[in-house]
């Protein structure tokens, strides 16, 4: 889906610049993950869909991967730890994908999904790490660069860096 951008005047007037919002919690799982899952998703080979997908998760990945699986009938593996809140974890349930439950750190869930990748042939499909899904993360980036051509500063919150690395690229490509 692509989103709104929209001026935000309060932000503006407290900064003293225009500043502008990209509405992502409008995609349909909430967030930008949906992006980058659904690119990942559509870069998959005819062989790569049918074995189908593992990725480790603390929750958004997980249910955008979901999402995107279900949308084309693909099998889908989620490992999450035990710290994923049940919402969370529910919530990809009920999208479609298997849930794994394993260990109490993200590293847990990562050691099950290549496990899962290795014994059983799941493509794995990282949160942030993978070309796909930062290229899909960075169409974002030429939304906003549309919706506000003359921008001079674009913030973008770095967790594990797919986001802002997509952004990245496009604004580059585009400015």
């Given at each position: 889906l692509e989103t709104s951008t929209m001026l935000s005047p309060t932000l503006s007037q407290r900064l003293g610049s225009p500043v502008h919002l990209k509405l992502e919690h409008r995609q349909a799982t909430g967030g930008f993950k949906l992006r980058g899952a659904s690119n990942a998703v559509a870069s998959l080979s005819v062989e790569e869909r049918k074995r189908g997908v593992v990725a480790a998760s603390t929750g958004n990945h997980g249910r955008a991967l979901a999402h995107a699986t279900r949308l084309e009938g693909m099998r889908a593996v989620i490992c999450?730890?035990?710290?994923?809140?049940?919402?969370?974890?529910?919530?990809?349930?009920?999208?479609?994908?298997?849930t794994r439950i394993v260990g109490s750190s993200q590293d847990d869930a990562q050691v099950e999904a290549e496990r899962l990748a290795g014994e059983e042939g799941l493509v794995m499909v990282p949160p942030f790490d993978h070309p796909a899904v930062i290229a899909g993360q960075g169409t974002l980036g030429l939304e906003m660069m549309e919706a506000v051509p003359d921008a001079e500063t674009v913030l973008v919150q770095l967790s594990g860096g797919g986001l802002a690395s997509g952004i990245e690229a496009a604004v580059k490509g585009v400015s």
């Open positions: 999450m730890s035990t710290l994923v809140p049940a919402n969370k974890v529910e919530e990809i349930g009920r999208l479609g994908a298997e």
